[in-house]
T-cell receptor
Framework: DAGVTQSPTHLIKTRGQHVTLRCSPI?????VSWYQQVLGQGPQFIFQ???????GRGNFPDRFSARQFPNYSSELNVNALLLGDSALYLC????????????FGDGTRLSIL | DAKTTQPNSMESNEEEPVHLPCNHS???????IHWYRQLPSQGPEYVIH???SNVNNRMASLAIAEDRKSSTLILHRATLRDAAVYYC???????????????FGKGTKLSVKP
């Protein structure tokens, strides 16, 4: 079975631009979470969606937004990119949103110039 | 959220057992102890989780102290592929709640020598 897939794998943007990152969960998983991982740190929680509804939001500015589609895939959008947004963006899926292990993709490496 | 404390780094020899400690003195009675690991250039990978009793699976064993204030992830025979950052995470069951996110610390970087 296919794992969590994320696209693109790498992306280079400049300050002020907008970016959309995409995630396809494992088949049968209804929850998708997004995390940001800067170099040398553990992943930090951004959003969680379950059945197309936002179930949780981390401490990130409003420039970050996300949505989940009827097929449970998800997009993370970041507006007005800053140099500090350079990071690995990870998507994780799970069957439910509260007690099942999360399965991670290998992430999108976003570099801001 | 309850926090965990792990050593920054540990070294092991290939084919020897590895014991990765985690302290969580403020754990609540309903928090589960989860372990994830992250290999270089990959996303985190679920390893194991438990509540009170010791747990075993094909990847590792989890030993939980009787007072639940500490736990140990045991890799029975380390291989070079086990070199990774290991994260110990407390997770509330949060049934019907609004958030199921994982709170990662810095983890323990495990190096395995051939």
């Amino acid at each position: 079975d296919a794992g969590v897939t994320q696209s693109p794998t790498h992306l280079i943007k400049t300050r002020g631009q907008h970016v959309t990152l995409r995630c396809s969960p494992i088949s049968g998983h209804k929850s998708v979470s997004w995390y940001q991982q800067v170099l040398g740190q553990g992943p930090q929680f951004i959003f969680q969606y379950y059945e197309k509804e936002e179930r949780g939001r981390g401490n990130f500015p409003d420039r970050f937004s996300a949505r989940q589609f009827p097929n449970y895939s998800s997009e993370l959008n970041v507006n007005a990119l800053l140099l500090g947004d350079s990071a690995l963006y990870l998507c994780a899926s799970s069957f439910n949103y509260y007690n099942q292990p999360q399965h991670f993709g290998d992430g999108t490496r976003l570099s801001i110039l | 959220d309850a926090k965990t404390t792990q050593p920054n780094s540990m070294e092991s020899n290939e084919e020897e057992p590895v014991h990765l400690p985690c302290n969580h003195s403020t754990i609540s009675g309903t928090d589960y102890i989860h372990w994830y690991r992250q290999l270089p250039s990959q996303g985190p990978e679920y390893v194991i989780h438990g509540l009170t009793s010791n747990v075993n699976n094909r990847m590792a064993s989890l030993a939980i102290a009787e007072d639940r204030k500490s736990s140990t992830l045991i890799l029975h025979r380390a291989t070079l592929r086990d070199a990774a950052v290991y994260y110990c995470i407390l997770r509330a069951p949060n049934y019907g709640g609004s958030q199921g996110n994982l709170i990662f610390g810095k983890g323990t970087k495990l190096s395995v020598k051939p």
